[in-house]
């Protein structure tokens, strides 16, 4: 039965007839309907990646815009010498433009006479202490401001900020900067200049002008090579936005057909305005200029929306070739084409006649060209670490933050620059401190605080920030010397409870062999003449930096004393318990020692450490605020024994080159030197100021010289330039100290009959009490004429009284 | 308070009414204490500071405290040495959101004052009783009362109302 199967399935088929022409072409077309199907599917599908890019783009976050710092704000009042500020460079750093006349002064303008110096002040905004903008006269004397009033007014003013300086950024990886532009906020007359060169028709066309494609078309076949570009607005925008700038036929379609689905789903002012937002106009050093609002700061030192028409042009002038244009690079070209500009405007009918002679009878005004700021790159990062961690990198890279630093502009330049001399000076004098490894070259880091209040004023991490990022004030522990010692000696002085102090300044130690059994076997201290020098003043010891008697001290004060003391004055790091602790082992932080000489700069009060006062966001919001902060740790009488301590090492001591080299005024320090000579130190203060210098290699290694030699020169030359070679102010002892002589050799008090007698300083009541060996006559009497003990009296009787009267 | 913060105020406290005993208390009281007093003291750079200072009271006076506070911070800027500042910033704090950030302030103020030599009747009365104020916010009533009774003592006209004004600062 199945064969008639078989029989059907081996059947021949019958042969197919050839198609006919008619079945030709339904076959062809119906191909053509599936590619076309084909192709519409695939292009609708590339149209629609290409729309889903437009639309995530541009309804997220348009632009990255990276957080600025801002320094300190320059302050001027009557009584300054404005070399001392550095006016005139101060200006130029904040873009102003020095103008030839008074007339017309606008913001942003200055000019310097002999006696007079007219400033038109730029605002500035703060949400808490905006700064309008203000037109001043600055009367002087010599360089010294006599007066300061407002331009055509009468009324004196008693102090005006010039605004804080830009010091850095945190970018992203392509290193754009802008300042983001409402559309309402810029000129029409740049509105019209930029549409007049870039898209005459931007008003009418949908994305892509085919009219002016065709010109393009033309004149670029004509002169056989591509002269003139056909791109709109919206086009060049998709093109910075979207693409690449390879020269393809497929990126030309892409971004034609992105123009139009952007113009589609887009209002024309949205697109305007990220255009002049996004567009590329200059280059500050390795940083890009983008869009109108950064360019106004960066060409004419002017917020965008005080640009004249002659302004606006040049700039619209710049945008098709910002490098070879350039106004401060070629300002030939850049007028010419300023005024090729100014006539389109004209044609146009964007500006009249008078518009026009008026802006081409200009000269180009200029801001001064400002560099980008390198010095403070230590500084950014160490702040970066200060503000809270909800401003992660992305956030400070993108989000167009205003932070408002610290830092003063002058001194982290004066700081620059002595690391960088000093570190090259002692190359010079010691070759074999030379490196030809950029990445093993001697390194030091110089940090500056406001002892009051804890501000960094300056800070240099290192030697050459592109070398190495490492920040060595901050970051880097390193073993402390005898910059720790002054903490041992403030423990000694300090009373405990009702009992006296251990030691006075007067109190004699014993510089003798030491022995010190740890449970690592014995320490013996050696000092670093490797001498011992016997019996010897508390004063003295510190100012010749003797390691043995400070280690018996220690021993004598109880080395967890002495902790609970560097604690107390701002030390965090580990502080191992162990004998050697008192000559320096402990390996610190710069910045902490900074923070702990603040300390006693500053009476016994801590201060917190403070990089910035606020972070504010665009909209003008307060975001995040440190506050000025301390703490008293200390009694004032104490902090004020271990400052006259640290003057003595400046007036007979390790540090005593400081006075040679004519540093005048009040000043106190320490040097240190770690074991080998590894770590050279230097710290010190003056009533306003306190900085830290270390040198030393990252990979440990002998310096060969003793911190006086290597630290102390750097020191010196910041200090010097900070202060004008003076510190200002003085130490003075509060009423809890009274000053009374001594004999040298025995620490008694010098009354009638003693030989030898020195001035020093006591917490009231721990005076000697008795007389040198030759003296001593009236000694009991005389100590109660001391002027300590009639104050204290007094101060005692009316203390009880006021103890008893308030039942406390 | 802690140990040392209590041991701290008590010598702050001793050295003050003795630098006003010895500057010459009568039982009566003394003067009443205003900055404007001492506006043309020190060198420029102070008076320039003291002069913000007085803008700051001013402001505090209109009772814009946010415009008094940057100006008390860069008449610090400009001097951290000028004692006047922390004096007035004390002030400010003691009637804000955070009066226990006033006692370094005042701290610092009689430090300072210290280190120039003694401290007027007047300008004791204020640190008293600014204190006074700090710890009565902080709920230490007895401390408070007799630190306030003492300034009463010292400058009675201003301190009757256990308060500095900003007004009777300046």
């Known amino acids: 039965m199945p064969r008639a199967g078989r029989r059907s399935s081996g059947r021949r088929r019958p042969r197919r007839s050839e198609p006919t022409p008619r079945r030709r072409l339904h076959l062809a077309a119906l191909a053509l309907v599936a590619a076309s199907f084909a192709l519409g599917l695939g292009a609708g599908r590339w149209v629609a990646a290409l729309d889903r890019l437009v639309v995530e783009r541009f309804e997220g ?60 002040l730029r605002p500035f905004e703060h949400p808490t202490r905006p700064e309008p903008a203000r037109d001043i006269e600055i009367r002087l004397v010599g360089s010294r401001i006599e007066a300061i009033r407002s331009a055509g007014g009468e009324s004196e003013l008693g102090a005006v900020l010039l605004e804080p300086q830009v010091v850095g950024a945190y970018y992203g990886p392509d290193r754009e ?6 559309l309402e906020d810029v000129p029409q007359t740049l509105v019209d200049a930029i549409l007049a060169v870039e898209d005459q028709r931007f008003a009418e066309h949908h994305g892509i002008d085919w009219r002016r494609i065709g010109g393009a078309f033309w004149v670029n076949l004509r002169s056989g090579s591509i002269r003139q570009g056909g791109s709109t ?34 209002e024309k002012r949205a697109i305007l305005e990220s255009y002049l937002n996004e567009i590329y106009l200059g280059q500050r050093g390795s940083t890009a200029i983008h869009g109108v609002g950064e360019a106004a700061r960066f060409y004419f030192g002017k917020p965008v929306g005080s640009l004249s028409a002659a302004d606006s042009a040049l700039l619209a002038a710049i945008i098709s070739s910002p490098g070879a244009s350039s106004p401060f690079r070629n300002p030939e070209r850049a007028r010419e084409r300023r005024d090729l500009v100014l006539a389109l405007m004209h044609r146009q009918g964007r500006i009249d006649d008078a518009t026009l002679e008026e802006a081409r009878a200009g000269e180009l005004v200029l801001a001064s060209r400002t560099r980008e700021p390198r010095e403070a790159r230590y500084f950014l990062d160490a702040l970066r670490r200060q503000i809270p961690e909800v401003y992660d990198a992305d956030a400070l890279t993108s989000e167009g933050l205003r932070i408002h630093s610290t830092l003063d502009v002058r001194l982290q330049q004066a700081a620059t620059r002595a690391l960088r001399e000093g570190l090259a000076e002692l190359e010079k004098r010691m070759p074999s401190l030379r490196s030809d490894e950029p990445t093993r070259a001697l390194q030091g880091c110089l940090l500056a605080l406001r002892p009051q209040t804890g501000e960094v004023l300056a800070l240099v991490g290192g030697r050459e920030y592109s070398v190495s990022q490492f920040d060595r004030c901050t970051q880097a522990r390193r073993p402390a010397g005898s910059v720790f010692k002054p903490f041992v000696y403030v423990a000694a002085l300090e009373p405990r409870g009702k009992d006296a102090p251990f030691v006075t300044l007067a109190s004699r130690l014993d510089d003798a062999p030491l022995t010190v059994a740890t449970p690592v076997g014995d320490w013996a201290p050696a000092n670093y003449d490797h001498e011992f020098h016997g019996e010897v003043s508390v004063r003295e010891a510190i100012e010749r930096s ?62 917190e450490i403070r990089t910035f006062e606020d972070v504010v966001d665009p909209a003008q919001g307060t975001l995040a605020r440190r506050a000025i902060a301390f703490e008293r740790v200390l009694d004032p009488g104490v902090a ?11 007036e007979r001591g390790t540090a005593r080159g400081l006075r040679a080299a004519g540093l005048a005024g009040p000043v106190a320090a320490k040097t240190g030197t770690s074991d080998e000579e590894r770590d050279a130190w230097f710290v010190g203060f003056t009533p306003e100021l306190v900085a830290v210098v270390w040198v030393g290699f990252d990979e440990p290694r002998s310096l060969g010289l003793p911190a006086s030699h290597a630290a102390l020169p750097i020191w010196l030359r910041f200090v010097k330039e900070a202060t004008g070679g003076r510190a200002r102010g003085a130490f003075v002892p509060p009423p809890t100290v009274v000053r009374a002589d001594v004999d040298p050799e025995s620490g008694a008090l010098a009354l009638t009959g003693c030989p030898r007698r020195v001035p020093e300083f006591f917490l009231q009541g721990t005076e000697p009490a008795r007389s040198c060996p030759e003296g001593g006559f009236f000694a009991r009497d005389r100590q109660r004429d001391l002027p300590g003990h009639e104050r204290r009296g007094i101060i005692d009787r009316l203390f009880d009284r006021w103890l008893r009267g308030n039942a406390l | 308070m802690s140990v040392l913060g209590r041991g701290s105020l008590l010598l702050a406290l001793a050295a003050l009414v003795g630098c006003a005993a010895v500057g010459g208390l009568g039982p009566r009281g003394a003067e009443p204490f205003r900055l404007s007093e001492v506006a043309e003291e020190g060198d420029a750079r102070q008076r320039a500071s003291t002069r913000l200072v007085l803008d700051g009271l001013d402001a505090d006076a209109a009772l814009q405290p946010a415009a008094a506070l940057p100006l008390y911070e860069r008449a610090l800027q400009l001097d951290p040495t000028n004692p006047w500042v922390y004096l007035a910033l004390a002030r400010h704090q ?44 902080e709920g230490e009533q007895d401390e408070s009362m007799a630190l306030l009774r003492r300034a009463r003592e010292l400058s009675p006209t201003v301190w009757s109302d256990a308060r500095l004004e900003a007004q009777e600062l300046r």
């Open chain 1, 640 to 650: 004020y024994l271990a400052v006259s301590l640290l003057e003595g090492v400046v």
């Open chain 1, 61 to 120: 976050r348009l632009f990255r815009v990276p957080s600025r710092v801002y320094s300190a704000p320059t302050i001027l009042y009557p009584g300054l010498d404005v070399r001392r500020v550095e006016l005139r460079e101060t200006l130029d750093r904040l873009g102003y433009r020095r103008e030839p006349t008074a007339s017309d002064l606008a913001p942003g303008g200055y000019v310097w006479g002999r006696s007079r110096v007219r400033i038109h």
């Open chain 1, 546 to 607: 003797l390691n043995v008697a400070t280690a018996r001290l220690a021993q004598q004060v109880g080395i967890e004393r002495v902790v609970r003391m560097a604690r107390r004055l701002g030390i965090e790091s580990p502080l191992p318990g162990v004998p050697s602790l008192a000559i320096g082992t402990a390996d610190l932080a710069p910045i902490e020692l900074a923070r702990a000489y603040a300390t006693l700069a500053n009476g016994g009060v801590r201060p």
């Open chain 1, 177 to 182: 900067q802008r300042e983001l532009v409402r």
């Open chain 1, 233 to 266: 607005l919206t086009q060049q925008l998709v093109k910075n936005f979207f693409l690449t700038p390879e020269r393809t036929l497929r990126r030309k379609a892409q971004e034609a057909v992105m123009a139009v689905l952007l113009e589609a789903r887009y």
């Open chain 2, 94 to 137: 003691a009637e804000g959101e955070a009066p226990h950030s006033a006692l370094p302030m005042l701290d610092q103020a009689q430090a300072l004052l210290q280190g120039r030599g003694e401290i007027a009747p007047g300008v004791a009365a204020h640190l008293l009783g600014l204190r006074g104020v700090v710890l009565r916010a």
